[in-house]
């Protein structure tokens, strides 16, 4: 019974590859970001930055389901005033700006709506949702933090694509694990978690 539910589970999977509509092109996208510490210890400000790279797409024709994923650069980060506590004013620091460089990688799961009677070859809205993993490259020097390879995410968002081309989103990144944490305080660490306009085109 195991092995007939997997063969044809396998042939369902295999229909569905075979059909599937697979796309790839550039994106390029604002963020704004912000920390979220595990103590309410110093006051932090979100900063803008951006994200670039290329994203693919996988679409099931039909009943509008896929998937999309991507390879890119994202820039981010916060202004953290250390000057508010001694442990780290005794050592110079103040209000200092943080930069994060990594390599993310999203997967997402999405919907595209597609059954307007011929106008979704103008305009299809769709909406997704799932994880992002994030490889630090480099961040800011002369701080009093230490920083993880990378860190993980979740990622929700909506959008539309405009003449089966061009895709317009507005998405939100909570952070689940941290991307900073202090030398001299083990435990003081932080996630980030930011808003996200992107544009992608599909070739």
């Known amino acids: 019974m195991i092995k007939r539910i997997l063969v044809i589970t396998a042939i369902v999977f295999a229909s569905l590859s075979a059909a599937a509509e697979f796309r790839w092109g550039p994106q390029a996208g604002y963020v704004y970001s ?3 510490w595990k103590q309410d210890l110093v006051s932090t400000k979100g900063m803008s930055g951006f994200q670039a790279g290329l994203v693919g797409e996988v679409m099931i024709p039909g009943i509008g389901f896929g998937i999309d994923f991507g390879l890119l650069y994202n820039m981010h980060g916060g202004r953290v005033n250390f000057g508010e506590r001694l442990v780290w004013s005794s050592d110079g620091y103040g209000n200092e700006k943080i930069l994060l460089h990594q390599l993310s990688v999203p997967f997402h799961v999405r919907f595209k709506y597609t059954r307007f009677g011929g106008l979704e070859r103008t305009i299809a809205p769709f909406v997704y949702a799932g994880p992002e993993f994030n490889f630090t490259l480099a961040h800011s020097k002369h701080t009093p933090l230490e920083y993880p390879a990378g860190s993980v995410g979740v990622a929700a968002g909506v959008g539309a694509e405009l003449f089966q081309r061009l895709q317009i989103s507005l998405s939100y990144t ?4 941290y991307e900073i944490r ?7 660490s932080a996630r980030s978690s930011h808003w996200g306009v992107n544009v992608a085109w599909f070739f």
């Open 174 to 177: 909570w952070g689940l694990t």
């Open 34 to 36: 912000d920390f979220y």
């Open 182 to 188: 202090t030398i001299k305080l083990d435990n003081f």
